[in-house]
């Protein structure tokens, strides 16, 4: 009789290092009309300020040129901003506006929300093992002294006489292990036993 012991298999899971994904830039359009607040340059058009942490990561462009954000996502985790746009048209009631979104230099479709109705996720941008999704835009337009502050103006950081559009914007990045890197299948001492008995 020949007795074989199994043999001991060593599974070795790879991590592939994460890549990175860069925003570029964003236009805030008010839906039908040609008012686009912009920070990726190109339009002699009204700027929009993003504030993460309480830090303004797009400070404007006086004398409208070109700007980018240049905001970058190498981990895992949900990244929250909210945004100012000036309001000098008086815009109030129901409201809505349009967001575009550069990932990478690529200019991403509309995603829409209003005063009354918010976004809540679906465009996603995916590049390497990294992928980016939009969960959450959605803005008020408040008066100051009940929600709303006077903060930028078209072309500043300066009040304007106008309660500014207020605005969140949400990520979630996650990682995706690359086809063929999911794992290392190795033999990890296979040892094989046998015993003849006579």
Same mark, same amino acid.
């Given at each position: 009789?020949?007795?074989?012991?199994?043999?001991?298999?060593?599974? +070795?899971?790879?991590?592939?290092?994460?890549?990175?994904?860069?925003?570029?830039?964003?236009?805030?359009?008010?839906?039908?009309?040609?008012?686009?607040?912009?920070?990726?340059?190109?339009?002699?058009?009204?700027?929009?300020?993003?504030?993460?942490?309480?830090?303004?990561?797009?400070?404007?462009?006086?004398?409208?040129?070109?700007?980018?954000?240049?905001?970058?996502?190498?981990?895992?985790?949900?990244?929250?901003?909210?945004?100012?746009?000036?309001?000098?048209?008086?815009?109030?009631?129901?409201? +809505?506006?349009?967001?575009?979104?550069?990932?990478?230099?690529?200019?991403?479709?509309?995603?829409?929300?209003?005063?009354?109705?918010?976004?809540?996720?679906?465009?996603?941008?995916?590049?390497?093992?990294?992928?980016?999704? +939009?969960?959450?835009?959605?803005?008020?337009?408040?008066?100051?002294?009940?929600?709303?502050?006077?903060?930028?103006?078209?072309?500043?950081?300066?009040?304007?006489?106008?309660?500014?559009?207020?605005?969140?914007?949400?990520?979630? +990045?996650?990682?995706?292990?690359?086809?063929?890197?999911?794992?290392?299948?190795?033999?990890?001492?296979?040892?094989?036993?046998? @015993? @003849?008995?006579?």
């Amino acid at each position: 009789m020949k007795k074989i012991a199994a043999a001991a298999l060593c599974l +070795v899971v790879v991590s592939p290092a994460m890549g990175s994904i860069t925003w570029d830039g964003a236009r805030f359009i008010r839906s039908g009309l040609a008012e686009w607040y912009d920070d990726i340059g190109g339009n002699s058009v009204s700027n929009i300020y993003f504030l993460s942490e309480g830090d303004m990561l797009y400070t404007g462009n006086d004398s409208g040129g070109e700007h980018w954000l240049n905001e970058s996502f190498d981990s895992e985790g949900v990244y929250a901003y909210t945004f100012l746009a000036s309001n000098n048209l008086g815009q109030t009631g129901t409201t +809505v506006y349009d967001l575009e979104l550069n990932f990478d230099g690529v200019e991403m479709g509309l995603i829409q929300a209003s005063t009354t109705s918010d976004y809540t996720g679906g465009l996603i941008y995916t590049s390497g093992n990294l992928q980016i999704e +939009v969960t959450h835009f959605g803005f008020d337009i408040l008066p100051v002294g009940q929600g709303g502050v006077d903060e930028v103006s078209n072309f500043g950081s300066t009040a304007d006489g106008a309660a500014d559009i207020m605005g969140h914007l949400q990520f979630t +990045v996650t990682s995706i292990p690359a086809p063929g890197s999911l794992a290392l299948l190795g033999l990890g001492g296979v040892a094989t036993c046998s @015993r @003849r008995r006579r």
